[in-house]
């Protein structure tokens, strides 16, 4: 999933001030589950917003509310008529989600209220980590299903270096070696093997220093034809 963390309020207050009707609209998908952008989230924003304007002597309208997820249009269809009514947009999702309302509405002004951390997963309550960065050609079926180049300090694909020590990472003592880990897991499947294979130099061009990045599925693409039913229902 992905990880997000609101801005401080300071912060989210500056971007908005000179605003007087601001939407400030959450997502209940990713952001929602790490505790940075659902709709308890928003409810507090608007809430910390109206007691620091009271304090500031400035007056604003904020409207809060939450989409079922902002990274696909049709949900933010759905809010058009706030959006548009709006003199700026707070986002409360990943980059995303702001995105892809400020590329819908470009002649609105939309902000992010969040920054956008990691792909991440829940080891506890209240705590995640990183465990891909999205580099768009996985290797983990020849490291036991640990990935060397989110969870390596030096994203090494032939590991470990020579400062990992008592299976700890040089850079933070306190991050477990991802190579020590991938060892560790090999041996429990008994391919210890792979740890002697030497990974070639990775193909980067599949990750984001190739420059962006668009996936296509061309069983998935509406026909011309489904267009323009689509267009008629609209």
């Known amino acids: ?19 007087e009707k ?10 929602a589950i790490c505790l940075a952008g659902g709709e308890k989230e928003v409810k507090m924003l608007v809430s910390a917003m109206k007691l620091k304007n009271r304090k500031d002597g400035r007056e604003q309208s904020l409207d809060g509310f939450v989409l079922e997820r902002q990274c696909e249009k049709e949900w933010v269809k759905e809010v058009e008529e706030k959006i548009l009514d709006s003199d700026i947009v707070l986002s409360m999702s990943c980059s995303l989600g702001t995105q892809t309302i400020g590329d819908m509405y470009p002649h609105r002004i939309v902000v992010p209220g969040l920054n ?7 080891e506890e309550q209240g705590l995640w ?13 020849t490291t036991g299903g640990i990935c060397p180049i989110a969870r390596c300090a030096k994203s090494m ?22 190579w020590y880990a991938i ?3 090999l041996k429990l499947q008994n391919r210890l093997e792979l740890m002697e294979y030497v990974r070639p130099p990775k193909n980067w ?6 420059g962006r990045r668009i996936i296509v599925r061309e069983d998935a693409k509406l026909t011309p034809h489904q267009k ?5 229902l609209e």
């Open 1 to 19: 999933m992905i990880v997000a963390k609101r801005k401080p309020l300071d912060e989210i207050a500056e971007m908005i001030a000179p605003y």
């Open 22 to 31: 601001v939407a400030i609209i959450g997502c209940r998908s990713c952001v």
């Open 116 to 122: 956008t951390a990691i792909f991440g997963v829940p």
């Open 129 to 141: 980590s990183e465990k891909c960065l999205g580099c768009g050609d996985c290797i983990i079926d």
């Open 157 to 178: 694909l032939n590991g470990p270096c020579g400062g990992s020590s008592d299976g700890h990472c040089e850079v933070n003592l306190d991050i477990e070696c991802a």
């Open 183 to 185: 060892h560790e897991r």
């Open 205 to 210: 061009s599949t990750s984001h220093s190739g």
């Open 228 to 232: 323009r039913g689509q267009e008629v």
